[in-house]
């Protein structure tokens, strides 16, 4: 069986083409295939019938052309890659999670109308990230080719998940793996008319670090060839993690939190990650990384 593809959506905007030179470099590290696929629907403007032929024959015209150019860009972006692409008629979103079923990754861009259909796909990819059943990255900002990958280490259950994820792409560019263990400073509850009783803070992120430093040490011993260091850094892990990213070649993040439903809803440092990282996110969610699949 072949190996699982890389499969990227598009939208005839500048943002899709940033997403398809980065998903073609992804399959060339990986050695994968890649898949572009443009979803695309057209409304009648105040009547209810369905579309006319010639209509329909123009919207798929520019979806194919849209696809045609995209797979032209990622062959000149990465020589050598196997691509190929689909228009499909349809909402992006379903479309391309459907399409994505089975994927080692799906890519998406950020932050702009859709060419053909209007939506933003900026909500579009925080619909595939929120949903999809294979890690997503969202293709924002700009990575630093010499920078290192980042990830955001703490106690949740998906922490060994998400740092092995960041390590799989660490060795695939041949890059540092950054890990940040960010640490708030906890005050506990008191009465009415009482002073907080504060926690010595040193020795909360002293302890909390140690933790983090065991799990990614522990990662770590199975990519010995990839360096790799863990900052304790006080602060509110959301602005922790989107300062750094400033320089780095790729954020790692894991799709869920410590509450609400899993599978349904994103934590909150993804989904600020999303829209405010300035460089491209990958959301570690189910299934292993793409160099580990076989």
């Known amino acids: 069986m072949g190996r699982a593809a890389i499969v990227v959506g598009v939208d005839g905007a500048q943002t899709s083409l940033d997403a398809v030179r980065w998903a073609a470099a992804e399959a060339g590290r990986h050695d994968a295939p890649l898949r572009v696929v443009l979803a695309y629907h057209w409304r009648t403007p105040l009547t209810a019938f369905a579309p006319s032929a010639?209509?329909?024959?123009?919207?798929?015209?520019?979806a194919t052309d849209v696809v045609d150019g995209a797979v032209r860009e990622a062959r000149r972006a990465v020589p050598g890659v196997t691509v190929d692409g689909t228009a499909t008629i349809g909402r992006p979103?379903?479309?391309?999670?459907?399409?994505?079923?089975?994927?080692?990754?799906?890519?998406?861009?950020?932050?702009?109308?859709?060419?053909?259909?209007?939506a933003l796909l900026g909500s579009i990819s925080q619909q595939v990230a929120m949903h999809a059943c294979c890690p997503v990255a969202v293709?924002?900002?700009?990575?630093d080719p010499g920078g290192a990958v980042l990830v955001g280490v703490d106690g949740a259950p998906?922490?060994?998940?998400?740092?092995?994820?960041?390590?799989?792409?660490?060795?695939?560019?041949?890059?540092?793996?950054?890990?940040?263990?960010?640490?708030?400073t906890p005050m506990a509850p008191c009465t009415v008319g009482m002073p907080p009783l504060m926690y010595d803070t040193a020795a909360v992120r002293r302890s909390l670090t140690q933790e983090a430093t065991r799990l990614v040490a522990s990662v770590g011993e199975d990519y010995p060839d990839v360096r790799w260091e863990l900052h304790g850094v006080d602060g509110d892990a959301t602005e922790v993690l989107v300062?750094?990213?400033?320089?780095?070649?790729?954020?790692?993040?894991?799709?869920?939190?410590?509450?609400?439903?899993?599978?349904?809803?994103l934590g909150s440092v993804c989904l600020h990650l999303l829209h405010r990282s300035q460089c491209p996110v990958l959301v570690a969610r189910g299934g292993a990384a793409p160099e580990e699949e076989g």
Do not use: I, K
């Open 139 to 143: 293709v924002r900002g700009r990575a």
């Open 54 to 62: 010639a209509l329909a024959g123009a919207a798929r015209r520019v």
């Open 158 to 184: 998906t922490a060994a998940h998400v740092t092995r994820a960041a390590f799989a792409e660490a060795r695939s560019r041949g890059c540092d793996l950054l890990a940040v263990r960010a640490v708030e």
């Open 243 to 265: 300062r750094r990213t400033h320089g780095a070649q790729l954020a790692v993040v894991g799709s869920r939190g410590h509450g609400g439903f899993a599978g349904l809803l």
């Open 93 to 118: 979103a379903p479309a391309l999670l459907q399409e994505a079923a089975g994927a080692a990754m799906l890519v998406v861009g950020s932050h702009a109308h859709h060419a053909v259909t209007g």
